[in-house]
């Protein structure tokens, strides 16, 4: 039994007169029972139909219960009956009397002039085998799903007209009732798919929020121009957008209804809508799982291997980077579709980042798989350790979104350790090596270097150089250790820059020096958390 009241007896009959499917007239019912979906379409149009032949029966006592057709459309609640008495009982059973024949007339199945087709053909058990089988072919991993559904556009349009159609029948249902009462399209397809799913799946939940997404397209070429004359009434409501191939967005045709008045919209769109020619199309089901974000520590242990790919003019200049030496096995122990770096600062190519290495972190994009235990992760970060002699990876771990920004947050307060090998021109003193030794908290004034200045705009940053130590190597050279703020220009430092950064090591001991090589010792970000070996 289908959990109809006498009242929504001119809602059903005007609804099936107009063309709807037995799911819409449901809907329009604002039947919110979810069983009286599920349930054989036929079966809903035949117990629909016999519901308005009982009132072709019982038409006396029943034209009491009618609502006279010329009530106010503000008044929601129960009539008094003294307006009752003004129906006039004949023209009102004459005009229902031809309704259901007209009903009784349209046997031949024909497609929904509201959801074109996709309460009717498109959703029952053929399409829950279908989104099944293409779920299973990607081989993801998950436990529950959500079922997101993407309507054409011109849908809403037809589901306004509709809602016009029967406007002042739905509101004499006595409750206050509003378009926004009517059951939408896309949850009544998610009532009847969920459980069909549920059981091509083995029992997987289908779910209202989950990490993992199916969606369902549905596209109606032939109808699409049903939005068009909402350009001509609100043409604010569409403005081309960068990434959208049609200013008809979904989004953007409800808000034209939202301000289009009744009467100018009647004036442009039939009421109720006019049947399509034929039922919309299923898109490829699409899959997506939400990105996992995995985090760790790397040294980069060669001095010809950029960080990212370096690529000038289209033309690649090294033949691997720290990323895709990480990525790779990651991305493909994940089966992720893509990556998105990102580390707390970055070395340049011929740096060395030794001791605990650099924080870095990694969005996976789309991942097939996305639970791996401790065992695995320490294996995977073996796989990483093993593929390359140039980078090793440690405190491999999956964080979240949200930790992500813990890396980046308060990165110019953090403090770097470096050793710079260093020539000198003017052979090295005692005293040179204590002097150094004893300079603490150096503020330098860093002009941006010239080798960074075709990416970087000019600018003079301050920098402090907390501590520097010398180990002494021949009377050219030394290794020279610094404690620096994050940020700060060492090879600048060191050789000056043309003067660019003051004060700088040329300065300090009066002669010409240069870098020779440079390696990060380490980086003072205490994120992400260290794992125990
Ligand atoms: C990569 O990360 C950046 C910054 O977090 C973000 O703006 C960008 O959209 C991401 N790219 C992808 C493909 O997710
Ligand atoms: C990978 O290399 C790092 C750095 O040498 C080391 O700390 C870590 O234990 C190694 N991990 C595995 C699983 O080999
Ligand atoms: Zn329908």
Same mark, same amino acid.
């Given at each position: 039994m289908l959990p109809l009241k006498e009242k929504d007896k001119p809602i059903v009959e005007k609804l099936l007169t107009a063309g709807c499917c037995a799911r819409c007239v449901l809907r329009f019912c604002c039947v919110s029972v979810q069983a009286a979906y599920r349930q054989a379409q036929h079966e809903t149009l035949k117990e629909l139909q016999t519901f308005i032949m009982e009132k072709e029966n019982n038409k006396v006592q029943d034209s009491a219960d009618i609502k006279p057709h010329d009530t106010e459309l503000s008044q929601t609640v129960e009539d008094p009956p003294c307006k009752r008495a003004k129906l006039d009982p004949i023209e009102a059973v004459q005009s229902e009397t031809d309704a259901a024949a007209m009903v009784t007339l349209k046997k031949?199945?024909?497609?929904?002039?509201?959801?074109?087709g996709i309460l009717q053909d498109l959703c029952g058990p053929d399409q829950a085998v279908k989104m099944a089988e293409?779920?299973? =072919?990607?081989?993801?991993?998950?436990?529950?799903?959500?079922?997101?559904?993407?309507?054409?556009?011109? &849908?809403?349009?037809?589901? *306004?007209?509709?809602?016009?159609?029967?406007?002042?029948?739905?509101?004499?249902? @006595?409750?206050v009732l509003d378009k926004d009462d009517v059951i939408q399209v896309k949850e009544a397809f998610k009532w009847i798919? +969920? #459980?069909?799913?549920?059981? +091509?799946?083995? @029992?997987?939940?289908?779910?209202? $929020?989950?990490? /993992?997404?199916? #969606?369902?397209? /549905? %596209? *109606?070429?032939?109808?699409?121009?049903?939005? *068009? /004359? &909402?350009? $001509?009434?609100?043409?604010?409501?569409?403005?081309? %957008?960068?990434?959208?191939?049609?200013? /008809?967005?979904?989004?953007?045709?409800?808000?034209?209804?939202?301000?289009?008045s009744d009467g100018k919209f009647l004036e442009h769109y039939p009421c109720p809508p006019s049947e399509p020619s #034929?039922?919309? %199309?299923?898109?490829?089901? +699409?899959?997506? *799982?939400?990105?996992?974000?995995?985090? @760790?520590?790397?040294?980069?242990?060669?001095?010809? &291997?950029?960080? %990212?790919?370096?690529v000038i003019d289209g033309e690649r200049r090294m033949e691997s980077s720290v990323e895709e030496l990480i990525a790779a096995p990651i991305l493909s122990a994940f089966r992720a579709d893509g990556f998105n770096f990102s580390s707390s600062g970055r070395e340049d190519v011929d740096v060395r980042t030794l001791g605990n290495g650099r924080p870095f972190a990694m969005e996976l994009l789309n991942p097939h798989r996305s639970r791996f235990s401790k065992v695995e992760m320490k294996q995977l970060q073996e796989t990483i350790n093993k593929s390359s002699d140039k980078i090793r990876v440690r405190d491999l771990q999956i964080v979240t979104r949200e930790a992500m920004s813990r890396m980046k947050? #308060?990165?110019?307060? $953090?403090?770097?350790?470096?050793? =710079? &090998?260093?020539?000198?021109?003017?052979s090295i003193e005692n005293e040179d090596i204590s002097f150094i030794n004893d300079i603490k908290d150096l503020t330098l004034d860093q002009k941006t270097p010239l080798r960074v200045l075709h990416r970087r705009a000019l600018a003079i940053r301050q920098r402090v150089i907390h501590s520097m130590n010398v180990r002494f190597v021949d009377s050219h050279h030394f290794y020279l250790g610094l404690k620096t703020q994050a940020g700060t220009y060492i090879k600048e430092f060191v050789h000056g820059d043309f003067g660019r950064t003051k004060p700088n090591l040329c300065q300090l001991l009066k002669t010409d020096t240069d870098i020779l090589e440079l390696d990060v010792e380490s980086v003072d970000v205490d994120w992400p958390p260290p794992i125990p070996e």
């Open positions: 031949e199945p024909s497609v929904c002039v509201v959801c074109l293409t779920v299973k =072919a990607q081989n993801y991993e998950f436990d529950t799903l959500v079922l997101s559904v993407s309507l054409p556009a011109q &849908l809403c349009v037809r589901e *306004h007209s509709c809602w016009l159609h029967v406007k002042k029948e739905v509101r004499q249902k @006595g409750l798919m +969920q #459980g069909l799913v549920t059981r +091509q799946l083995e @029992g997987v939940a289908v779910v209202s $929020k989950s990490p /993992f997404e199916v #969606g369902v397209e /549905f %596209t *109606h070429p032939d109808t699409e121009s049903d939005c *068009h /004359f &909402l350009a $001509k009434c609100c043409p604010d409501c569409f403005r081309p %957008t960068k990434n959208k191939q049609s200013v /008809f967005t979904r989004m953007a045709v409800v808000k034209a209804l939202e301000k289009i #034929g039922s919309c %199309t299923p898109q490829d089901i +699409q899959c997506l *799982h939400v990105s996992v974000f995995i985090a @760790g520590r790397y040294n980069k242990f060669c001095r010809s &291997l950029p960080q %990212t790919p370096w947050e #308060g990165e110019e307060e $953090k403090t770097k350790s470096y050793t =710079a &090998l260093v020539w000198t021109q003017k």
